[in-house]
């Protein structure tokens, strides 16, 4: 059902834990199955993400798609991890189970949230950023691209 790479990352998950004094901090969460999922990231002046660390409360596929996305986001800029998709994700982890794709959207939206929060407290605008919802349930109208 869950490939060896949604395992690994979730019985030994990536950047764990909290930053404190984030650049930015984002939270979102999934009213229809109770995850939740909180992103830290430590930004330098260049636009850099230095370090990055999560909080989920949630399912294994949650808690993988929270360790891949840190994994995915460390060392870029700002702008690059923008671009980091639920897609780019669950191809990091050789998919995800179709009922299980949402986690993806709150990995790629927990990101957006903390970019958000970043930008909000710097005063800037990162092209192509829009205010991140709190349920990605809102978004489920939209169509979410399977692996």
Not at 26 to 41: E, H, L, P, S
Not at 82 to 107: F, Q, R, W, Y
Request: glycine share 8%; hydrophobic share 40%.
């Amino acid at each position: 059902m869950y490939s060896e790479k949604v395992m690994d990352h979730f019985n030994n998950p990536r950047n764990v834990g909290e930053i404190e004094n984030p650049s930015g901090v984002g939270t979102v969460g999934n009213a229809k199955c109770g995850d939740i999922m909180r992103m830290y990231m430590d930004i330098d002046d260049e636009g850099v993400i230095r370090e990055v660390k999560f909080k989920t409360f949630g399912c294994g596929a949650a808690v993988a798609t929270s360790s891949m996305a840190t994994e995915l986001v460390k060392g870029k800029t700002v702008e690059e991890a923008l671009k980091v998709t639920n897609k780019a994700v669950m191809e990091a982890l050789d998919g995800l189970p179709p009922i299980k794709v949402h986690c993806s959207l709150l990995a790629e939206e927990a990101i957006h949230a903390a970019l958000w929060d970043y930008a909000q407290k710097h005063n800037i605008t990162i092209e192509g950023l829009e205010k991140p919802v709190n349920d990605i349930g809102e978004k489920e109208e939209a169509p979410v691209e399977e692996y």
